[in-house]
């Protein structure tokens, strides 16, 4: 039942699915509702690492050398483990700076070399051009053994016509396919959100298929992986392919392959686009970081029991071990299990060769076909308005140059290897990208001519140790080119460079490229300084993660026409996407029309941006200087910007330190000026409370005054009585005028102390004979209770008898006249003398006990009944017996009458506290 | 800021375990002609050693919190 049609329309349908899923997720990403927006899509789209070299290759490398399969998948689990630094580093770089791609990435760094990114493109596009033959291979072999079927072998003439050869046919399909994926419109930010939606499916796809084998194969077709293994050791030639080290396989080879993964990775051109130009969050990276791995583990569970199988079901049988994937349910007759390996496999090709291809073509459009034409054919260029059109042009025919170049290398190279062998080639170019991306990354140091050097190098010692033995081996070039050496000279083999051996060829190109590559950056980097515009592009990358630093706009000085640089974004972008943009811009600086936007440096560096998302940083630096009149920054001033950019760094932390103890200023001060308010408050109320205090007896004074002038003819005994009232109410004014200088002199500390040996006693005797008119006047009974014997005290005579006068007379004001009773007492209470006034009045209510402490306050409510007193003896008195380092207070209940009580301590160091 | 570099160091701690644990010479003892419940050691301590090292980078990365930054502020 699997003939072709039957085949071909599983795979349409198949491909259909994959593009209704782009074409949703492309939808939803215009909407603003992203289906990418999640940690696990993300870490699934990062799968498309495995390609159908896992899917069928490994199977094909572990019948070979058993484990040595695995080395592909430990070293991007290591360097997972760096990604919370190195990834992070490139995604905030590549965000900052619009970065599309590798080539950007290394051309951005050294200056924004048009040079540079030409090159890194040319070696991107030949490294990677196996690893898409690879792909051609895989899918057009899989395709002629499920249509072959039950046949476990395709018969395939070789060189038969292109036109005949499925293979061209697949490399079209997967052409248009990439084209319909990834180049439909043009995105400022090259971000396709479609196809990573797409590509993550097709990642859950082709794990689910080979698990599905894995599962058949070792559960179905064996008895569990027990079963399997002991099968297999029971032949000592299978026993052999468990081992990491045995016969030519070596733990350098395991290492070497180790460290080609980990830097394939990061920087093969497919991973560059999905880890760091799709990232949506860089939150996302951190499932990243364990998820991919995971995935890496599950689908390789599977790879040895599989081989193993193969191996011993097909032994003799000539069937090819890449094959055993798809041969083994073959030739047990499970047609569907088979289909969806094929599919699987289908899977793992078209998202490999979608994503890198749109990587590629990216790369060759803005790095390599635009510069040249900006170049030659500049004057043309100038009259076309809109360029995008243009542009998405160079990228569908890079995609299908880039896919024809992949099934040319395929005619010439490709029966010779096996799809690990093909694979490998290419993981050793890119990783020619390490020292130049790396070192760009950590190094200031690093120039142009450096990463220049670098990269001439190693890719031509890769293309001299790999790429030419590869078609040399296929019989397109001489083969005493490896036997004998370039010319026949034996030190020039290419798999045994200047003599060394020992190696395996992927070892001995990855030392080889790497040493020349490294030795050459680093040798070249040091024989001058950085210039200018590579010393601005490193602190933006070096300093990436660094929370200040310069940007772009701070390293541009010229003047520009704002229109231009409009037109000139629009000519790339088509008009509408660039007034869109330049609209956003002008709304986030304030600025109402986009016709008044100023063009200014940051002006430019926003129009350099967006053209370099469309068409790479090094033509968008060319484009933007084409149209701004710049003026060169030398290198002596772009260092002082940068000097000063490092000084601010310092300074803002300086400045951080200075807030930091301004704040806590402030608060004190803050505290300070709440203080002062309420003194000042304090105050203002102590004004008023004496200008109504004064106001009173003078009103009195005054009103009887008039009387007696406007009427001569007053009563003589009218005429006495009112001028004993105002000779009265003058005598209160004098007494409240000396309370509040008295007050104002003990509170300045400039009153005058006459300090003697005291007797309390006699004190409070004389005090009561003071007053004792006071009492007989309001018929008040008043009773002293004097303890005898009692020690001398040092105080002012004056002073305490002014505080006992001062409670005597409050107590007999508020005892009631007639059955009035006011007991004085005076003892001693253990190192202090006391002395209490009690009478038998209304008392003080508790809230009221220590407010009549304060001036002007007086018990009871101040708006119904009427004071009486000037409200400042009782705060004088405080005063006074605090300056004797003694207690004031007052105890009371209410209808129980008060008793105010002063202590005063026996051994008086008096004014030291209060002076 | 202070538990973002934490963290990139631990991975970085796991990065040379793995670095370790996946070469020679540990690999080497684990290579040899030796059988756990059937399947060979090297087999199994590969697979073994692989799915520690992911554990440990999930680990470190997904409970950050649950050894720094707690007492230093509430916003964890």
Known sequence: ?915 | MQRTMLTVQRLVAVFLAGFVLFNYPVLALFDRAATLLGVPLVFVYLFAAWALVIAAMAWVVEHPERHDGRERSGGG
């Open chain 1, 1 to 915: 039942m699997l003939q072709s049609p039957i085949v071909i329309g599983a795979s349409a349908i198949y491909l259909a699915l994959l593009f209704a899923v782009a074409y949703w997720g492309d939808k939803r990403a215009d909407e603003g509702r992203s289906v990418i927006a999640n940690p696990t899509i993300y870490a699934l789209s990062m799968a498309v690492y495995c390609t159908t070299w896992t899917y069928y290759g490994s199977v094909g490398r572990a019948a070979v050398t058993g484990v040595g399969f695995l080395p592909i998948y430990l070293g991007p689990t290591l360097v997972m483990a760096l990604g919370g630094f190195l990834l992070l580093k490139m995604i905030r770089t590549a965000k900052a700076n619009r970065i599309t791609s590798i080539a950007d990435f290394i051309a951005s760094r050294y200056g924004k070399s048009q040079l540079l990114g030409g090159l890194v493109t040319i070696i991107a596009v030949i490294g990677i051009v196996p690893y898409i033959a690879l792909q051609l291979k895989a899918v057009a072999s899989s395709y002629d053994l499920i249509v072959g079927y039950p046949a476990l072998k395709a018969v395939v003439e070789s060189n038969e016509p292109v036109l005949a050869d499925t293979t061209f046919w697949i490399a079209l399909i997967l052409a248009a396919f990439t084209i319909l994926f990834g180049t439909r419109h043009l995105d400022a930010t090259e971000r396709h959100e479609g196809m990573v939606a797409a590509v993550a499916l097709e990642s859950v796809v082709k794990l689910l298929a080979f698990g599905a084998v894995g599962l058949f194969v070792t559960y179905g077709l064996y008895d569990g992986f027990g079963d399997v293994f002991a099968r297999a050791l029971a032949d000592e030639k299978l026993a052999k392919l468990t081992a990491v080290a045995s016969g030519n396989r070596s733990y350098a080879t395991w290492f070497s392959l180790t460290f080609l993964a980990g830097l394939a990775i990061l920087f093969l051109p497919r991973q560059f686009q999905v880890t760091v130009v799709e990232n949506v969050s860089e939150a996302h990276l951190k499932r990243a970081i364990w998820l991919f791995p995971l995935y890496l583990l599950l689908i390789n569970l599977f790879v040895l029991p599989i081989a193993l199988g193969g191996l011993m079901r097909f032994a003799g049988q000539g069937v090819d071990a890449d094959t055993f994937v798809l041969t083994l349910p073959m030739s047990a007759q499970q047609e569907w299990l088979a289909l969806l390996v094929f599919v699987g496999g289908l899977s793992a090709a078209t998202g490999m060769v979608i994503v890198e291809t749109i990587a590629l073509s990216t790369m060759v459009c803005n790095d390599l076909v635009m510069p040249l034409l900006l170049r030659t054919r500049s004057l043309a260029l100038q009259a076309e308005s809109d360029l995008s059109g243009l542009l998405l042009r160079i990228r569908r025919g890079a995609i299908v140059v880039i896919l024809l170049l992949g099934y040319l290398y395929f005619r010439l190279a490709g029966d010779a290897y096996a799809l690990v062998g093909i694979g490998l080639i290419s993981f050793s170019a890119v990783a020619q990208f390490a020292p130049a991306m790396i070192g760009g990354m950590y190094w200031r140091g690093g120039t142009r001519d450096g990463a220049l050097a670098g990269l001439l190098a190693g890719f031509a010692v890769w293309a001299y140790t790999l790429l030419l033995p590869s078609f040399s081996k296929s019989g397109w070039m001489p083969a005493s080119f490896v036997s004998d050496g370039l010319f026949g000279i034996e030190l020039l083999k290419p798999h045994q460079l200047f003599g060394l051996t020992g190696l395996d060829d992927i070892s001995h190109c990855l030392f080889w490229s790497l040493a020349a590559n490294v030795g050459a950056y680093i040798a070249v980097s040091l024989m001058r300084a950085p210039t200018a515009a590579e010393a601005s592009q490193a602190t933006q990358f070096v300093d990436a993660l660094k929370t200040t630093r310069p940007v772009g706009s701070a390293l541009w000085r010229g003047s520009a026409d704002a229109a231009e640089l409009i037109a000139l974004v629009g000519r790339f972008l088509g008009p509408a996407r660039a007034q869109t943009a330049f609209a956003a811009y002008a709304r986030r600086h304030d600025v109402a029309d986009v016709a008044n936007l100023e063009a200014d440096a940051d002006l430019v560096h926003y129009a350099e941006s967006l053209l370099a998302g469309a068409i790479g940083s090094a033509s968008a630096r060319a484009m933007v200087a084409s149209v701004a009149k710049e003026e060169p920054l030398s290198l002596g001033e772009v260092m002082n910007i940068l000097d000063e950019a490092s000084q601010l760094r310092s300074y803002s932390r300086e400045l951080e330190r200075k807030s930091r103890q301004l704040e806590d200023a402030t608060g004190e001060l803050k505290a300070a000026n709440e203080r002062l308010r309420e003194l000042d408050r304090l105050k203002d109320d102590f004004m008023a409370s004496v200008s109504h205090e004064l106001r009173t007896p003078l009103t009195s004074i005054r009103a009887f005054s008039e009387i007696l002038r406007d009427d001569p003819k007053t009563a003589l005994q009218d005429r006495e009585r009112f001028l004993s009232i105002i000779v009265s109410e003058t005598e209160r004014l004098t007494r409240l005028v000396n309370q509040i200088l008295d007050m104002a002199k003990i509170e300045s500390g400039n009153a005058e102390w006459l300090v003697e040996e005291v007797d309390l006693g006699s004190i409070v005797e004389q005090s009561a004979a003071a007053t004792s008119q006071l009492f007989r006047d309001k018929n008040v009974a008043l009773e002293l209770d004097l303890a005898g014997g009692l020690p001398l005290l040092r105080g002012d005579r004056d002073r305490l008898m002014q505080v006992v006068i001062n409670l005597l007379s409050n107590a007999v004001k508020f005892a009631p006249a007639g059955a009035g009773k006011v007991h004085v007492r005076l003892f001693r209470k253990q190192e202090e003398l006391r002395v209490s006034v009690s009478d038998n009045g209304p008392g003080i209510r508790r809230e009221d006990q220590e407010v009549i402490f304060d001036r002007f306050r007086q018990g009871g409510d101040a708006m119904t009944s009427k004071p009486t007193g000037t409200g400042l003896g009782l705060p004088i008195s405080r005063k006074i017996v605090e300056y004797f380092n003694g207690r004031l207070w007052v105890e009371s209940e209410p209808g129980q009458g008060a008793s105010f009580i002063f202590s005063l301590p026996l051994q008086n160091n008096e004014g030291e506290d209060n002076a």
